[in-house]
């Protein structure tokens, strides 16, 4: 099985968006403000299309086999994010009603993953890994000192992983809520 790793399309929107909600269904829907799964799709389809947004196609790479998207990678300058998040923010209140506040959830000197997802079907194979290997050859290629992600604090399999790979405990994070441990590893 070879899977290739490349920058994300436009026209991959709807697998990339199907594998975001996959990872991240509970937040899309606070986003939001229901749990109506057309509407997140519909949501994070059109954020992935736009430039300047945490969750757009410029942030992002995808895991394929053969031609079907089989994993997502959403990662970027940790230095970008609180621009990206009042982006997301601004869409939110206007689209949205949203009146929430959103805490910080990376540091300027990471490569942060904010979003990390395999098909299901697909999983048990190395794809999840891959991605995460592929984000720490992308940070020291352009000298990032760490490498950052949150990981909920309900889910051990995930935390083995990262712990699996050289990850530590940065801090805690609380988005909505929901209890996040930020994970760092140097990159250099």
Known sequence: MTIQI?????????????????????????YIGKNDKEKALA??????KLKNT?????NSF?????????GVLVAYNGRSH??????????????????SHLNPETEADEFYIDALSVNPDMRGQ??????????????????????????DKENPA??????????????????EQHCYEHLQKKSL
């Not at 945490?54 to 410029?58: G, N, P, Q, V, W």
């Open 6 to 30: 490349i920058p994300a399309t436009i026209q991959q929107a709807e697998p990339v968006a199907k594998l975001l909600l996959e990872a991240m269904e509970d937040l899309i829907y606070f």
């Open 43 to 48: 949501f994070l389809e059109n954020q992935f």
């Open 54 to 58: 945490i969750y757009s196609h410029s």
């Open 62 to 70: 995808v895991a394929k086999k053969d031609e079907e998207v089989v």
């Open 82 to 99: 609180f621009e990206l998040q009042q982006e997301l923010i601004t869409f939110l209140k206007l689209n949205h009603n949203f009146k």
């Open 126 to 151: 190395k794809i999840g890994s891959k991605l995460i290997y592929f984000a720490e050859n992308h940070a020291k290629e352009n000298n990032y000192k760490h490498i950052g992600l949150l990981v």
């Open 158 to 175: 995930a935390k083995r992983l990262y712990h699996r790979l050289g990850f530590v405990f940065i801090n805690a994070v609380k988005l």
